[in-house]
Antibody, heavy 118, light 110 residues
């Protein structure tokens, strides 16, 4: 069975950098893309971007200037950094496995609530 | 930003059939497959339907999906109380070069 376990700071001040990591247990790390998705409180889902095992990324244009997604294949982990956060970045952030051929997210992390407040 | 339009809510009594629509465009639903996710309160989304109409192992057959042109639908037949959740459609968008989600539909079992 596949398990995605994520962690990171839950409270940030405006202008700080959000940093989250997702560890993948089970399954092959190299045959998938790995995505970050967020959900503001009471709102819908927004795809942030994805990374493959070689480190190539594909990012949502609306966030591209502030987002870095990286991968550490030695640890089966991938990470998200979002710079210059504001209150609008307050959301639950999820990591997810992207089964490329079928363009679907078949396994998700548990989610991390990140609150941006002064 | 949600590119796929869904009704904000849908409801039915136990045993009834409920359908949820998902409207997109040629750059997403029109050329790529549609997936549906179920999000129970306080939990991460779960894959419900993939490739328009396929159910992952463990998903009851009362859930079904379809796609036509630039729209898709999710049907829940024999509605049960545990089906009360938010439902999201999603697809790859060739113009965005990324995934887009629907606005989400809250299903209430009366």
């Amino acid at each position: 069975q596949v398990l995605l376990q994520q962690w990171g700071a839950g409270l940030l001040k405006p202008s700080e950098t959000l940093s989250l990591t997702c560890a993948v247990y089970g399954g092959s790390f190299n045959y998938y893309n790995w995505s970050w998705i967020r959900q503001p409180p009471g709102k819908g889902l927004e795809w942030i971007g994805e990374v493959n095992h070689s480190g190539s990324t594909n990012l949502n244009p609306s966030l591209k200037s502030r987002v870095t997604i990286s991968v550490d294949t030695s640890k089966n982990q991938f990470s998200l950094k979002l710079s210059s956060v504001t209150a609008a970045d307050t959301a639950v952030y999820y990591c997810a496995r992207d089964l490329i051929q079928l363009q679907m997210f078949d396994f998700w992390g548990q989610g991390t609530l990140v609150t941006v407040s002064s | 930003q949600s590119v796929l339009a869904q009704p904000p809510s849908a409801s039915g009594t136990p045993g009834q059939r409920v359908t949820i629509s998902c409207s997109g465009s040629n750059s997403n639903i029109g050329t790529n497959t549609v997936n549906w996710y179920q999000q129970l309160p306080g939990t991460a989304p779960k894959l419900l339907i993939y490739t328009n109409n396929q159910r992952p192992s463990g998903v009851p057959d009362r859930f079904s999906g379809s796609k036509s042109g630039t729209s898709a639908s999710l049907a829940i037949s024999g509605l049960q109380s545990e089906d009360e959740a938010d439902y999201y459609c999603a697809a790859w968008d060739d113009s965005l070069n990324g995934y887009v989600f629907g606005t989400g539909t809250k299903v209430t079992v009366l």
